[in-house]
């Protein structure tokens, strides 16, 4: 868990764990988890680390967490589905003042709307190493001006083979169900490899009101891509005429 979190904030928690106490604020103290003990869970889908043990006079899971994917701290209201960010704070001066920037997090201030959060960090541009080219044939085709509004139980939208590997993406809604999927999945089998079958794959749940693949759907096909080729490296470099 240490390694997944920035230096200048493991370097705050230390491996002990530390309470911090506070005057004029919403709460007196807070005691902050062991790096070694720092919980990991998932809120909308969004990857968080839970770094207090004890708030003193509130819930403790979610009120100072860590969210890589923004790149700031922030705090989960777990009851009421809400989130907050101190964005553009540094570290110091977080852990300076903290006693009166949890005050006013109580008071609603660094309160975010997640929806429109994640339109702005989800504004994607394919690299220019292999993995991105992937991505730019994707979007030249058809599936990218799609309206994914329609019952499927896994039509194949899109095949490319690298190799002995192949990159399926298929879409699922099924009747009765309002949930509309997407997956992407790298399968096959390499010589010299006794593996066979998924390579890697993931998972997009479509909002409510969205029809059109996001550029964070593109995103995480580059990062499917770029960690399978990670995995299989020794496989892929007899395929590199493939690509």
């Known amino acids: 868990m240490k390694s997944l979190l920035p230096k200048q904030l493991k ?8 309470k911090v106490y506070f005057q004029d604020s919403c709460t007196d103290f807070v005691e902050f988890y062991k790096l070694s003990e720092i919980k990991k869970f998932e809120w909308n ?12 006079n509130y819930e403790s899971i979610g ?3 860590w969210i890589p994917k923004f790149k ?14 101190f964005q553009g704070i540094s570290f110091s001066k977080f ?15 660094f309160e975010v ?7 702005s960090v989800t504004q994607y541009s394919p690299s220019s190493s292999i993995y991105g080219e992937l991505v730019k044939r994707i ?29 399926s993406i298929r879409y699922w809604q099924y009747k009765g169900d309002s949930t509309r999927r997407i997956y992407a999945a790298f399968g096959g089998y ?36 770029r960690s399978v080729h990670k995995k299989y490296t020794e496989m892929f470099n007899t395929l590199q005429s493939h690509i």
Do not use: W
């Not at 010299?192 to 059109?212: P, Q």
């Open 139 to 167: 979007q030249s085709s058809s599936i990218a001006t799609m309206k994914f509004d329609f019952i499927s139980e896994g039509q194949f939208l899109y095949e490319e083979s690298f190799g002995s590997a192949t990159l």
């Open 72 to 85: 700031s701290l922030g705090s989960i209201d777990i009851e009421h589905d809400n989130l907050s960010l």
């Open 11 to 18: 370097e705050f928690i230390k491996e002990e764990n530390q």
């Open 45 to 56: 889908g969004i990857e968080v680390y839970d770094l207090l043990k004890e708030v003193e």
């Open 190 to 225: 390499f010589p010299g490899c006794d593996y066979k079958g998924s390579l890697g794959e993931f998972r997009y749940v479509f909002k409510k009101d969205e029809y059109e693949l996001p550029g964070l759907f593109y995103e995480k096909v580059e990062k499917l891509f």
């Open 95 to 109: 852990f300076k003042e903290m006693g009166s920037y949890l005050s006013k997090l109580v008071d609603g201030l």
């Open 63 to 65: 009120f100072l967490v």
């Open 113 to 119: 709307e997640l929806e429109d959060l994640l339109n």
